[in-house]
């Protein structure tokens, strides 16, 4: 089957794969070739591309995956790869993220500024997330 992760402003994976297994909203989902149509909303973790022995991770910041055809198209909101990172850089940043999630919900700031540190922190644990397991 035929894989692309793509964000509005990069591609990530273009290639064939075995399998795949994505960061669904609830959970994890797997698919392989034949798989039926869908449509799936993507929540933040770590896109798993298979292709023999070789695994390309790629952290996912929600989106969508369409599969048609044997064709499985992510289309996510953000992302990133794995080759210049840093577990202990990555640990710091979740931390940090962390720290001022729990801080603003105490200064009781806006909704709007708490769903962007939310956010952030979704992120920065998706990216620990696949800096860990490379």
Do not use: C
């Amino acid at each position: 089957m035929q894989v692309k992760v793509v964000t509005p402003d990069a591609s990530y994976f273009d290639g064939a794969a075995d399998e795949v297994v994505l960061p669904a909203f609830d959970g994890e989902m797997g698919v392989l070739p034949k798989h039926a149509p869908m449509i799936a909303r993507l929540g933040h973790g770590v896109a798993r591309v298979k292709q023999g022995g070789t695994t390309t991770r790629v952290a996912v910041y929600g989106g969508f995956v369409k599969i048609q055809d044997d064709d499985v198209t992510v289309l996510a909101g953000g992302a990133a790869n794995s080759d210049q990172g840093d577990k202990g850089v990555a640990q710091k940043a979740y931390d940090a993220a962390t720290k001022a999630l729990t801080d603003a919900r105490g200064e009781g700031k806006s909704a709007a500024e708490l769903a962007d540190l939310e956010e952030q922190v979704r992120r920065t644990r998706a990216y620990l997330q696949l800096v860990s397991a490379s």
